[in-house]
């Protein structure tokens, strides 16, 4: 069983659709983080939380550290949300461990 | 400011030679990361560096695989006789100091090394 499981792994999306990423792992973190990877691109971080919520502009994390479960929200989305999002829990040895990533396709 | 800069951003080898990878991360940045990414995979970690030295090399994949950072800023990933499973996309990322104390953890580009 892989140590990060992220779902689901391919979604499509209308513009403005509402979007829930989750993420779920089995190992004892320090944090997590969220980051996003557009084809042929750069990752980029977008978030690290070790627990509760955090928003950045239309996009919303959220942690459940006893449930080991984080949720990434995107809010209206748009065809430049398109990318895989990656989730990356790091272990209290400041190890970052990766899911497969989830590839988000927005249609406009 | 200048971001985490990986050169080359494309290398193309034979099987067999030997190449290095080079990671400039962003200045005052202690925490630099190796990590390698397959063709439709997340990324794999390979080596994690505080300053000068390594905290964590439990990702280098065989004894072929070594990183140093003699400096404590820019950083080299060597792999000696390439094989073409070593083709992928070679990311170096960096932090203010360990990621796990709020510090972001900033990405470059990547290296895409193909082995024919």
């Known amino acids: 069983k892989n140590e990060v499981e992220q779902s689901p792994q391919n979604l499509t999306a209308q513009e403005g659709e509402f979007i829930t990423i989750n993420c779920s792992y089995s190992v004892g973190i320090s944090a997590l983080h969220w980051l996003q990877q557009h084809p042929g691109g750069g990752i980029v971080s977008l978030f690290m939380?070790?627990?509760g919520k955090k928003k950045h502009g239309r996009l919303i994390a959220t942690i459940n550290i006893q449930e080991k479960h984080s949720s990434l929200h995107i809010t209206a989305s748009h065809p430049r949300d398109s990318a895989v999002y990656i989730c990356a829990p790091a272990l209290n040895t400041d190890k970052l461990i990766f899911g497969t990533g989830t590839r988000l396709q927005v249609f406009p | 400011g200048a971001g985490v800069s990986q050169t080359p951003s494309n290398k193309v080898t034979e099987k067999g030679k030997y190449v290095e990878l080079r990671c400039d991360p962003i200045?005052?940045?202690?925490?630099l990361y190796w990590y390698r990414q397959s063709l439709g995979q997340g990324p794999e970690f390979l080596i994690y560096f505080q300053g000068t030295g390594a905290a964590d090399d439990s990702g280098l994949p065989n004894d072929r695989f070594f990183a140093v950072r003699p400096e404590g800023s820019v950083s080299t990933l060597k792999i000696q006789r390439t094989e073409r499973g070593d083709s992928a996309v070679y990311l170096c990322?960096?932090?203010?100091?360990?990621?796990?104390?709020?510090?972001?953890?900033?990405f470059g580009n990547g290296t895409r090394l193909t082995v024919t």
């Open positions: 200045s005052g940045h202690t925490a």
């Open positions: 990322a960096s932090s203010l100091s360990p990621y796990s104390y709020n510090s972001p953890l900033h």
């Open positions: 939380l070790s627990s």
